[in-house]
T-cell receptor, first 115, second 114 residues
């Protein structure tokens, strides 16, 4: 069975601190995709990143970086020098490699950045 | 993300009424997914549709819920005889098969049952 676990329900940090959001997944597929989405208070879902199971290179995009480690089945997300606008709920998701792109979602981590 | 259009953004229904939520996928996308997000929870898959076909409805409640994606026009998620527990955000997402498995979401439709 596929499963995504985001153990951190809520994280609160002061602006400019670095923060890491954890994501651990379970799957028996050899080909799969991992995603991070951001849901700001306005409610929409914003796509952040997609990573396939064969690409373990870490990704950096501005203040955002992702660490994918197949050995520990983790796909963690780090925000460097956090800003108040980063406050949102962040979801990690997993999809299998077949033609049914059903996403399995983590419960989300609510990130609060205090000024 | 703005390419997936959902309406209405907010809908209030009394118990027993019907709710219809519409979704127009991004241009060129022929696959539509509906997800439900209950308060304080993550998203749960409901149904996966292609034009005129339901591919996977394993996440749909057995009663009162239906979805369609006609040849012309938007995809529609229909909830009959709504109950308070149907209050949730309903997200539509679309995918183009050659887009590398990236699913883009609409802004969501918030249903409140009073």
């Amino acid at each position: 069975a596929q499963k995504v676990t985001q153990a951190q329900t809520e994280i609160s940090v002061v602006e400019k601190e670095d923060v890491t959001l954890d994501c651990v997944y379970e799957t028996r597929d050899t080909t799969y995709y991992l995603f991070w989405y951001k849901q700001p208070p306005s409610g929409e879902l914003v796509f952040l990143i997609r990573r396939n199971s064969f690409d373990e290179q870490n990704e950096i995009s501005g203040r955002y970086s992702w660490n994918f480690q197949k050995s520990t089945s983790s796909f963690n997300f780090t925000i460097t020098a956090s800003q108040v606008v980063d406050s949102a709920v962040y979801f990690c998701a997993l999809s299998g490699g077949d033609s049914n792109y059903q996403l399995i979602w983590g419960a989300g981590t609510k990130l609060i950045i205090k000024p | 993300n703005a390419g997936v259009m959902q309406n209405p953004r907010h809908l209030v229904r009394r118990r027993g009424q019907e709710a219809r939520l519409r979704c127009s996928p991004m241009k060129g996308h022929s696959h539509v997914y509906w997800y439900r997000q209950l308060p304080e929870e993550g998203l749960k898959f409901m149904v996966y549709l292609q034009k005129e076909n339901i591919i996977d409805e394993s996440g749909m409640p057995k009663e009162r819920f239906s979805a369609e994606f006609p040849k012309e026009g938007p995809s529609i998620l229909r909830i009959q005889q709504v109950v308070r527990g149907d209050s949730a955000a309903y997200f539509c997402a679309s995918l183009r098969q050659d887009s590398g498995n990236t699913i883009y979401f609409g802004e969501g439709s918030w249903l409140t049952v009073v």
